[in-house]
Nanobody, 126 residues
Framework: EVQLVESVVGFVQAVGSLRLSCAGT????????IGWFRHAPGKEREGVSC????????YDADSVKGRFTISVDVAKNTVYLQINSLKYEDTAVYYC???????????????????WGQGTLVTVSS
């Protein structure tokens, strides 16, 4: 079992920057992926960024390319999501997840996506 703890984020301004942290990540096997989803009211859950443990390869959704950067500090067992140029459309609850690697959302075996946790609310205002 992997326990993930997401950072607490409050209100931020549009065009600002934000870094989300998820502690408790592990890379003890070669078939896991860790990343971030978001879920905004009235919208489908969206996979935004992820990284695979086997080779540290990353994937970014089209909606966040050039603005979101995922990284991992293995020594600290922490994954980060650096968010730049925030938009109102980035407002959502963000979830750090870990799952068996696959092709879903660029990183995951979709059937293994079951570690959602509480999520972190990001609210972007003008």
């Amino acid at each position: 079992e992997v326990q993930l703890v997401e950072s607490v984020v409050g209100f931020v301004q549009a065009v600002g920057s934000l870094r989300l942290s998820c502690a408790g990540t592990v890379f003890t096997s070669d078939d896991y992926a860790i990343g971030w989803f978001r879920h905004a009211p009235g919208k489908e859950r969206e996979g935004v960024s992820c990284i695979k443990s086997v080779d540290a390869s990353t994937y970014d959704a089209d909606s966040v390319k050039g603005r979101f950067t995922i990284s991992v500090d293995v020594a600290k067992n922490t994954v980060y999501l650096q968010i730049n140029s925030l938009k109102y459309e980035d407002t959502a609850v963000y979830y750090c997840v870990v799952a068996v690697a696959g092709t879903g959302y660029g990183c995951y075996d979709n059937s293994a996506l079951n570690g959602w946790g509480q999520g972190t609310l990001v609210t972007v205002s003008s």
